[in-house]
């Protein structure tokens, strides 16, 4: 048994550089990891995660341990942060906490016993090791010093039966990943050709046999929430997609004002357009 | 440098023993073929495919397992460079695992009582819109469901054999994963499944960290993640006991969690009403034999010689478990919460046994294992026949005079409320009975009067149900008992069956609980 934190009794000393980055990359770490708790926005929660991972990642490499560090980098900042912002792009941005509290005194109470257990923690852990002497710094050539040829060696001897049983684990995070986003509608049977498309439209199955008019585009506006205007010159309600519901009324009806001619006309001199208007009256 | 060190790339393979490790091979080994009938063949034969793979290789596991057992040495061995331990104790853990399981599989499999199955058609189409109104006629499934079963028996295989922390982590994880999916993939009140899933894997995702945050502490203890080593660490005293206890508690959090032991228990009553009802089963049955058998692995083989520093935390965590169990409980009025909370009264009084740390105590808890799992599975096979036009009626009032709607079932169940609330002639009397004495000779009378206590706090509400369902004059507009199927029915006999037969004559698998401790090797 490698005797890892030193009780063998072996003497080594902190070199200068490493206490110097130490104590530059600690306090990034640190100041990452408490931006990512109280940073208001997602993205740049995400952001400074990436900060400490880095920072944690220089600190494996200045150990001697650059598979480590570098598969830090690779893997946790390059890949899984970057997994994490698309994510946060795809759920939107601006989508924030609730600052609602479901159960009174939730939040205050979380906070001091979460405080009290990092207290605890790192407490206990300081007196743990206050008085171990340093490690023997790690040889990445060496079969135990980290490197990448070793720790192969462990996934493929030693630790063989749990590296087996990661394959277990992601066929049922890939499957799992199917049966919560795969439905029938995007598989070849879900779909209707255009000839039985044609045949259920005329048949009645949906409202209209044609598709509805879009939305109309004029000088004054490119937007969908643009109604079309019918050959009188009314308002086509179709032609605004129901799904438009973050649109709000006072803005559609100025846009229709507009189309039909009702509202003002606008001043061909003026550097500001009518949509701005429109936003202000909101 | 570089050089010098590729030309020494001799790796050894490490030795395995097929024979040991062939039933949770032949599990493991059938989820990945039941993964490749979800991708090659047509849907309509994808359920009797499927049910036929699974029960096949439950029945083959059991016959490899038998095989094995039969004549396999006194001491157990460890295989796979000490990865893996397959002992007495291991075997028999197996052995209560794969039945249990057949049973759940059973119940999954149903498809008579709820036409379809318990499953949803297709879990992509989200809960509410015009699509899922579409699916509520379809009479198919996700019959990813069987592969994620066996997925997660291989798991919990893996997890009662593991002989160094690290497996023990990786096991949970495919134990875990697989129960988190199909908890969301109720056909019915789909909402609340799906939010039961969320819970589950958040609370469970934050139990795994605190597991490796455990492991982490424990590695720096010892230097290593092995059982053995941990406890021959243990032994030397120059090292520091900060490292040692803080790990220890971190990595009894994460265990304690799966087993729904006391104040790690909350997420139990809302992931045991959401999931779908045969899921409930497999979960109440089979994740807590595997999240005991670990949690006595882990006591007895690493940790045995620092007890007097532990024992009194347990004690503690086993009168609240105790405490939550049987008060909160008597306030339920939903039949699947009251299990839930029964099952959380039961995780104390299992602890109390593997407290224990002697033979009685291992024999006993494994003996209280099968004979709770089978109780418990029948019990949820129950109550997935009382249904009404909205899908199971959970709802205490719904049971009202049930006995003079459905004689047999309310029969049934007052039977296996009996047992849970540990009444003589039934398996859960023998079970406490043995548990308690083991505990008693351990010197831990004071807890065990506690426990006899709570049990019959807890008998309470158990005799309520039964007094409802035979003194109350039924709702008129009460749900009706379906008829069920042969696949339900199984089940729920095997239960039964299992239930009378340990209460009556119960040596025979004391006697196997019994055989042999843990492989202490490395």
């Known amino acids: 048994m490698v005797p890892y934190l030193a009780q063998a009794g072996a003497e080594a000393t902190v070199s200068t550089g490493e206490a110097v980055a130490f104590w530059i990359l600690g306090p990034l770490t640190l100041l990452g990891a408490l931006g990512m708790i109280f940073a208001r926005n997602a993205v740049h929660s995400a952001l400074w995660l990436v900060l400490t991972m880095l920072s944690l990642g220089m600190l494996y490499l200045i150990q001697n341990a650059p598979f480590l560090g570098f598969t830090q980098i690779i893997v946790y900042t390059g890949a899984i942060m970057m997994l994490f912002l698309f994510v946060l792009m795809l759920v939107g941005r601006e989508s924030s906490d609730s600052v609602v509290e479901v159960l009174r005194g939730q939040r205050l109470a ?28 790690l040889n990445p050539w060496t079969a135990e010093g980290g490197g990448a040829g070793g720790l192969g060696r462990m996934i493929f001897s030693d630790y063989l039966f749990p590296f087996e049983l990661t394959s277990a684990l992601l066929i049922t995070a890939g499957m799992g990943a199917m049966v919560l986003a795969f439905t029938e509608r995007h598989s070849k049977a879900g779909k209707r050709s255009q000839r039985e498309l044609v045949e259920a439209r005329f048949r009645g199955e949906y409202e209209r046999p044609s598709p509805k008019p879009g ?15 019918l050959p009188d010159g009314s308002v086509a309600p179709e032609s605004l997609s129901e799904l438009i519901e973050s649109t709000s009324a006072a803005k559609l009806d100025t846009a229709r004002k507009q189309v039909a001619g009702e509202a003002s006309t606008p001043d061909a001199h003026a550097l500001v357009g009518p949509d701005k208007e429109g936003e202000t009256a909101e | 440098m570089t050089n010098v060190f590729l030309a020494q790339a001799d790796i050894e ?38 049910v036929t793979l699974s029960l096949l290789a439950l029945a083959g596991a059991g016959v490899a397992l038998g095989a094995y057992a039969g004549d396999s040495p006194e001491r157990g061995v460890t295989t796979l460079s000490g990865t893996l331990a397959v002992d007495r104790p291991a075997l028999f853990l197996w052995g209560t695992l794969l039945a249990l399981a057949l049973a759940a599989l059973l119940l999954i499999a149903d498809r008579s009582v709820e036409p379809g199955g318990a499953f949803v058609a297709q879990a992509g189409i989200a809960p509410g819109t015009v699509q899922d109104r579409e699916q509520v006629g379809s009479t198919g499934m996700q019959t990813e469901v069987f592969p994620l079963t066996l997925f997660a028996l291989g798991g919990m295989m893996a997890f009662t054999a593991a002989n160094d922390l690290l497996t023990m982590f990786i096991a949970l994880e495919v134990l875990s994963l697989p129960l988190y999916l199909m908890c ?32 982490a502490l424990l590695y720096g203890y010892a230097g290593s993640v092995r059982l053995a080593d941990i406890a021959n660490a243990t032994a030397g005293t120059d090292r520091s006991d900060t490292l040692l206890f803080a790990g220890l508690g971190l990595l009894l959090v994460g265990l304690l969690f799966k087993g729904s032991v006391g104040p790690f228990h909350t997420w139990t009553p809302d992931v045991y009403q959401g999931a779908p009802t045969p899921i409930t089963a497999f979960m109440a049955a089979c994740t807590k034999v595997a999240a005991f058998g670990a949690i006595l692995r882990v006591l007895t083989v690493a940790f045995e010689t620092t007890n007097w520093e532990w ?47 002697t033979d009685e105590g291992l024999s006993g808890t494994m003996f209280y294992l099968l004979a709770y799992g089978f109780t418990t599975l029948a019990a949820f096979g129950v109550i997935s026949l009382v249904r009404d036009s909205t899908g199971e009626a959970t709802h205490l009032s719904a049971w009202a005079g049930l006995a003079k709607r459905s004689p047999l079932l309310a029969g049934v169940f007052t039977f296996l409320l009996l047992a849970l609330a540990g009444i003589p002639l039934t398996s859960g009397f023998v079970g406490k009975f043995v548990v308690f004495s083991a505990a008693l000779s351990d010197g831990m009378a004071p807890l065990v009067v506690i426990a006899l206590v709570f049990s019959a706090v807890a008998a309470f509400f158990y005799l309520r149900v ?57």
Not at chain 2, 16 to 42: K, N, Q, R, S, T
């Open chain 1, 110 to 137: 979380a906070a001091v016993l979460g405080v009290g257990v990092a207290g605890v923690l790192a407490g206990a852990l300081t007196r743990a090791v206050a008085d171990v002497t340093p490690a023997q710094p």
């Open chain 1, 215 to 229: 939305p109309g585009v004029f000088a004054t506006a490119n937007s969908v929430a643009t109604p079309a205007l």
């Open chain 2, 13 to 50: 393979a490490p030795p395995i023993d097929y024979a040991a490790i062939l039933p949770m091979l032949i599990i493991l080994g059938a989820a990945c073929v039941g993964v490749l009938f979800e991708a090659f063949l047509p849907k309509h034969q994808r359920w009797p495919g499927q």
């Open chain 2, 184 to 215: 969301g993939l109720a056909r019915r009140r789909r909402l609340i499944s799906q939010e039961a899933a969320v819970k589950y894997f958040l609370l469970g995702a934050f139990a795994s960290a605190f597991f490796l945050y455990g492991l």
């Open chain 2, 311 to 357: 024992r009194g935390v347990l004690w503690a965590v086993a009168i609240v478990s105790m405490l939550i169990g049987a008060v909160l409980g008597l306030t339920q009025t939903d039949v699947k919460r009251m299990i839930a909370y029964s099952s959380i009264a039961h995780a104390g009084f299992l602890l109390i046994g593997t407290m224990a740390l």
């Open chain 2, 466 to 522: 039964v007094v409802l369902m035979y003194f109350s004059e039924p709702a008129p507009e009460g749900p009706s008992v379906s008829v069920p199927g042969a696949f339900t029915t199984a089940a729920i006999t095997l239960g039964v069956v299992v239930t009378l037969l340990l209460g009556v004559a119960p040596t025979f698998a004391l006697d196997w609980a019994g055989a042999g401790g843990f492989a202490l090797g490395s």
